[in-house]
């Protein structure tokens, strides 16, 4: 839309934008067949995009302004499109130089990460300041005269050398230079003091759209276990003495798990002691009982025996005093008779008396030799039943013992005693490094702390640390540096080892600080050389320090913009994000190097045709009005399609993009505005001649530079004072075609863009 109507044309407005898409192809080609072979960032491919698509357009869209205005006053088409490129194309080439240079001075930063984003973007800015100065003119000489066909109806193109708007404007700042520089110094002090309180830092992906898998995984991770756990530091421990196991802590618990088992299995062995002993004495009283049983039984029949064999004893020997009693009592009266009976019964008596009394002795005696041998028997069923009691009591100690132990290595496995013991073995359990961790575990910000690693030399040490913020918080970054600059140094002190704190949210605070010390080297170089190619394009001293000076004043201005917007609330929501972020350590370095170089297309272009005025006329104020009313057009119309297409990537989910869209966006349209439109012409209405002083010494010693070779031009137009031959092939050179306009010509096409 901003081509059609600085253009008026559908065909003009559609070849810058070919010819840029046509370049960004081809550098965004060179760059992913790089890739291939080297670590590429991930926002090199977008800031490429950016850029390429950004210069291509503002490249092309110089050169077919120059064609237009040229086609304009008459110039035929082919002499119109080599006059452009020699002219507008000199000022690309010179504008894409400075860039790249800017670029390239980013590999004096000596960091990886901001090297390839710088040569990247400078690979696609080669290519489009080469599809401008040979593309282009090869799609403008096939259309020719065609570049004025559908012509939009009602839209109609201001020529820039008569009087319009941005003529008037011109004339009123020359007119009013210090209300012009007062104002526009206070508009970029406003928007640059914000950059007092910028602060480097890098975002994590809690920062990106819900939508995508990262930040998922981010809400999980900070839902289950704390935001920190997306951005774990590393604490690396360089031991000079090697590292050694507890050994002191290691007997320790052995011995209270050795005493804690015995007493386990002393208890258990005594309760089944108990036990046996229990049953070992029902046993032997069972034994004894039954043997007594048995001594009974025995006796009971020896008894019997022996009383049976008295009685027939008895038997016998009445028998026998019955028969010497029946001969008695033959020979014998009656009364002698009566006489023997009481004999005879006495004499019984006396033996059965006798008899029994034997047999009581007999009895007597089988019954103690019976009760000898039970007591012979019970002890012997005593000792043997003691004897398999002990059998089973040492037996049953040793299966108690065994389980004990089993039962207690589960146990201290279960509850964690064993990894305790196994770890006290490792010598991760070296005494220097759990005090270490215990001063780390105790450091505010710190919410957990795993056991050291240790390599198996023992040399070697490293933990993962948990903060409670998330890895983008201010609060992380205070934690690495109370870690590094208090914690580390006190627990070490003295213990032969060293600590170091690292990891992707420790490096990434070590890549802020080594960009912040690294920023004035990069801008002394950017300065210092932009300083001297444009001391040798304008052969002046306060030109080049004017231009340099402007740059770092609206590239603050972005700065500010960029540190306001990202650092509150409502801002922030404005762009797309949830809240405030810390803006990415490398993107002021990237951005001062891109919007330097940027910046310089505007002021080459304007500067430049404020150069020819004045070398033309000689009145510096009638030099600043013409070339800000010839130019201000074209600048403002290229910073229109610049801001365009950096804000087009704001709407991208990466807030580093956002922040790289946002940030040249402003840079860009400051410049082009505030810069170019209102402080240059100030700053040269009021230097007047003064602005183009330069020692002659210096004249001597600075080669000859013409950025859009006007000098070639003028060289060539005393030659060309012989009219034109009327029957000139068609195919006659650029250089004979330019002998034969005249001088007159000449300068008026060489002010036109």
Known sequence: VILLFTFGTAIAMGIPILTAILGLSVGLGIITFLSHTVQMPTSAPTLATMIGLGVGIDYALFIVTRHLGQLAQGMEPRESVARATATSGGAVVFAAGTVIIALLS????????????????AIVVLVAATAATTLLPAVLGLIGAGINRLRVPGMHTQHDERPHGWARWAAFVGAHPWPALIIGLLVLIVLALPVSYLHL???????????????????????????????????????????????????????????????????????AAKKIQQQTEQAQQEAKQKINAEADQQKQKAQQEIQQKADQQKQQAEQEIEAQADQARQNAGPEGQKAIDELAQQEIDQQNQAIQKQAQQEIDKQNQAIDQQAQQEIKKQDQSIQQQANQKQAKENKTIEKQVKQQAAKQEKSSGEDAKEQFLESKASDPRLMDLRKDIKKTKGVDKVTYPLVNKKGTAAVYTVTPTTAPSSRATEDLVHTLRDDVLPKATKGKQMEADVGGTTASYIDLATEITDKLPLVIAIVLVLSFLLLLIAFRSLLVPLKAV???????LASFGVVTYAFDHDWTARLIGLEGPIP???????????????????YEVFLMTHVREQYKETGDPHEAVVHGLATTARVITSAAMIMVSVFLAFVINGDPTVK??????AVAVAVDATVVRCVLVPAIMALLGSAGWWFPKWLDRVTPNFSIEGDKWFSSRAP????????????????????????????SETTRTD
């Open 106 to 121: 980013l590999a004096a930063a000596g960091i990886p990460t901001v090297t390839t984003l710088g040569y990247t973007a």
């Open 201 to 271: 830092g890098q975002t994590d992906n809690g920062a990106l759209p819900k939508s995508t898998q990262s930040r998922q995984s981010y809400d999980t991770m900070t839902e289950g276990f704390g935001s920190g756990s997306n951005g774990p530091m590393l604490v690396a421990v360089s031991l000079s003495k090697p590292a050694h196991n507890d050994q002191a802590d290691l007997n320790k618990l052995r011995n209270q798990e050795q005493k804690s088992t015995q007493q386990e299995i002393q208890k258990q062995q005594a309760k």
């Open 549 to 555: 000076t402007m740059n770092v004043f609206s590239i």
């Open 583 to 601: 803006i990415v350590s490398y993107v002021p370095l990237m951005m001062f190097a891109i919007l330097f170089g940027l910046s310089m297309d």
């Open 659 to 664: 922040q790289f869209g946002l940030g040249m």
């Open 719 to 746: 030659a060309e004072t012989d009219p034109p031959h009327t029957e000139a092939p068609k195919e006659e050179t650029v250089r004979s075609e330019a002998s034969q306009e005249n001088h007159g010509a000449r």
